[in-house]
Each structure stands twice: as structure tokens, then as C-alpha cells.
């Protein structure tokens, strides 16, 4: 990553300079999110090509208009992630082929560390971030959790899900909103801010 | 189409709405419920964090190193010199417009959108009730395009929201159309778009054809609306305040579109 001089900078002030058409600040956030946003687009995309497509419109489109961030709706994180969520979603939503039942799936992943390597080359945060995360969902009643992964990496309506697992509409809207309540309760105590500067080696 | 919920009921939906799950009328709904409720609304913004947080139950994978490459690729042309942006102490500055269509492509596009939506179209047939009012617009978009005297008109923004879309199909002999819209931004709380039909381009003759609210995640949406359309009517949409809109527009277009003949 070059640039040093970015890495004293906030994800919010990194935002202010993409605004004023600084690649330098664009390449700072990629550096801090990049890799957050491949990953997930892989995890829902499960294809390689459309993952980068997809993460490479989510950078552009902040280039292209980094007004749109509000800080006041939330961090830079949170905004970058959404957007790699909702078009990574649409896009399997179109490409019925990419769908999977894979709840099976969805429990190994969070048993095991998937990823040593990046004990070495990630910044301590993200790690933590990502177990705490981890550790929340797998305190979730199995049904509540299946409902969020298949909504959330599967991509499938309420109504899909509902279809998929056997059970009414209406329970799977409430196993949603008890999982996502519990998610929020588990994770407040993080005390989750705008992430602090720093880069990969 | 508005189906009365409690709170209670809203509440629960606030969950699949973060997580793009609602069913579209459910997001219709709620999307509207959130335009006037100031509770729903905190909720939200609580619960977009703990989904973006999901993320990183992702399985952590490096990025190609092209990815970054094609980015880059896309942006120098466009990039400040090194050293020529100013380091932030106030608010974040504007930055350029991204191209615009051509009018003959975007023409162009709207047609083939059309072409992709009637195949879409077919896929949904089968679907449940809830999504038959899209398919029915979308099936009057596909007969519209079809239809002689049906204008396609493709509005510009005037400088509006970056990436939105937004095309009329409309027939002066049947006084009706299809709005097809894409990429629309959220409103404001107590906000909702209001589409326009304004004879010969004068505002104050402005004539109500559609009040609605962009759905999150659902790609192209199809609306329609009824509207007295004579030669030269001009369409445009505004920000209006919710739920039902205003009888004549409160605010400056933001997207605004003339027939070619106009």
C-alpha cells in the first residue's frame, strides 16, 4: 500500500478526499475494506469474476459520487458492506443458478478459523471483529441463525426462506427480527466506531 | 395495495428490510410506515450496523491484486494530481458529474430494459400474489413499447441524484404509462417522489400521475400511473412530502424528461 501519509487519516476524512478526486484516499479504503467486501461478495457470489465485479462498482461508485456517504446514517464500514451486500444480492437474485441451500454449510463455516493467514497479514481489529461476530451467530438459536444466513449470504426473500425450510411466513419474519435483536444486543457491547487508521503491510 | 399493520408488525419487518429480505409490498409498506415514524427509522439505521457487521462472518478471502488494478484503471483519468486536494477540515466537496447517456442510447436502453423485463416478466408469472401489481406493469411497459403512438421518453437529471434512471413509457391516446425507474436514493423521513405530467413543460399546470417510494434492492421497478397526456407533455418527478404527496409540486424537479416530439 503506498501513501503513508493516509494512514493517520479517518475512514470519514479518507471519504472528504475521494470527493475531491484523490485516488490516494480511494486506494487507503480499499486497503481498509477491500478485503471485507471481496469476501462477502465471494460468499454470496461464490464466483470469482462477478465477486470482483461486484466489489469493483461498489469503490467506483463511491469515487463517482462520495457525497452520498452520510455519516450521520452510519460508518464507512457499514456503507461500503451494504452496498457490497445489495448488489451482490441483486446479482444472485438474477442469476438463479448461483443459489444454494447450504445451511449445512453455513454451521461449518462458523466452527472453524478459515483463515490463519490472516492472524499475520490482517490488522488485529478485523480479526476481532470477525470472531465476535461469529461467536454471536453461533449463540443464536439454530433456527433464528439459519434465517439470517439464508436471507443474508443466500440472498432469499422471507418468503423464500420460508419456502425453503417449511415453516409460515410469519414465523420466519419473527425468527428474523429475534435473530437480528440478539445480534444487536450481543454485539453493542463492542462499542463498534469508525474503524482507526491502518493499512495492510 | 395498503394493507393496515400494527406497529408491532412494522417492527418485525425491520429485520428483513435491513437484510433485503421483505417481500416487495412488505418493503412498500414499510418504506412508507418508515417515512413518518421516527422510532422505525432508529431502528433501522441500529440494525443496517449489525448487518453490515455480518459481513465479516464472510470467509475472509485476499482480493486478486487485479482487482485493485481495475479500479485504478477506471479512476486515473479522472484522478487530482498528487498533493492538489486538500486535506479535510470541513465538509466533503462535490465531485464531478459521471458522463450521461447519449439520448439514442439511452433510447436504446430503455427499449432493451424493456426486452429484459418482459422476460423477467415471464419468469415471475408464476409467483405469488404479491408481486402480480409488477407484473402487471411490467406487462403494460412490454404493450406500451409495442404500441405506435406510445413515447418513450428518458428523463435527465437536472442536476439530480448521481446513477438514478428513470424512463416513461407513455400513450396520449390511452392517457396512461409505465414509469421504470432504477438506482432512485432514499428519501428523507416524511418524503415520497411524486411523478409529474406537465402540458408544454409549465410547471404550474402540473398535473399528479404517481406518488411512490423506491424499493430497496428489487433492480428495476415498474409503476404505473394514468395522467392527461397531450403532445408535449413533459414528465418530471420531485421530492415531495409524504405519505400522499402534493397536489402541485413543492420543489424543483429532480429528474425531467421530454417526449422527442416535444
Known sequence: ?201 | MDTPMSHSEFEELAAGYVLGALEPDDEHDFQRHLGGCATCEANVRELEAVAGELAYAAPPVDPPDTLWAGIRREIQPEAAPRGATQRPAGPARGGRRGPRLLPGLAAAAAILMVAVLSVWNLSLRDENAAIRDRVAALERATQLANDPNASLVTMDEVPGPEGAQATVIASSRQDRGVLLIESLPPLARDRVYELWGVPQGDIAQAQKALVFVPLRRQGVQALEFEVPIQPGTVFAITDEPGPDGSEKPTSQPLLVGAPPSA
Open chain 1, 1 to 201: 500500500m503506498r501513501g503513508t501519509s493516509y494512514q493517520g487519516l479517518r475512514d470519514g476524512q479518507l471519504v472528504e478526499l475521494v470527493a475531491q478526486r484523490d485516488a490516494g484516499a480511494l486506494e487507503a479504503l480499499y486497503g481498509r475494506y477491500g478485503r471485507a467486501a471481496y469476501s462477502l461478495a465471494r460468499r454470496i457470489l461464490t464466483e470469482e469474476t462477478l465477486a470482483q465485479d461486484v466489489v469493483q462498482e461498489v469503490f467506483l461508485s463511491l469515487w463517482r459520487d462520495a457525497r452520498r456517504f452520510d455519516a450521520d446514517r452510519g460508518t464507512v464500514a457499514t456503507y461500503l458492506l451494504s452496498m457490497t451486500h445489495h448488489r451482490a444480492v441483486d446479482v444472485v437474485r438474477r442469476e438463479e443458478k448461483l443459489r444454494r441451500w447450504r445451511t449445512s454449510d453455513e454451521g461449518l463455516e462458523l466452527e472453524a478459523d478459515p483463515d490463519p493467514k490472516a492472524r499475520v497479514e490482517e490488522q488485529v481489529e478485523a480479526t476481532e471483529r470477525r470472531a465476535e461476530v461469529r461467536a454471536a451467530l453461533k449463540d443464536l438459536p439454530e433456527a433464528q441463525r439459519e434465517a439470517l444466513l439464508l436471507a443474508y449470504f443466500g440472498g432469499y426473500t422471507q418468503r423464500e426462506v420460508a419456502t425453503l425450510v417449511g415453516v409460515p411466513l410469519g414465523t420466519v419474519k419473527t425468527r428474523m427480527a429475534a435473530g437480528m435483536r440478539k445480534m444487536k444486543a450481543a454485539l453493542s457491547d463492542a462499542g463498534r466506531e469508525e474503524q482507526q487508521p491502518w493499512t495492510r503491510q
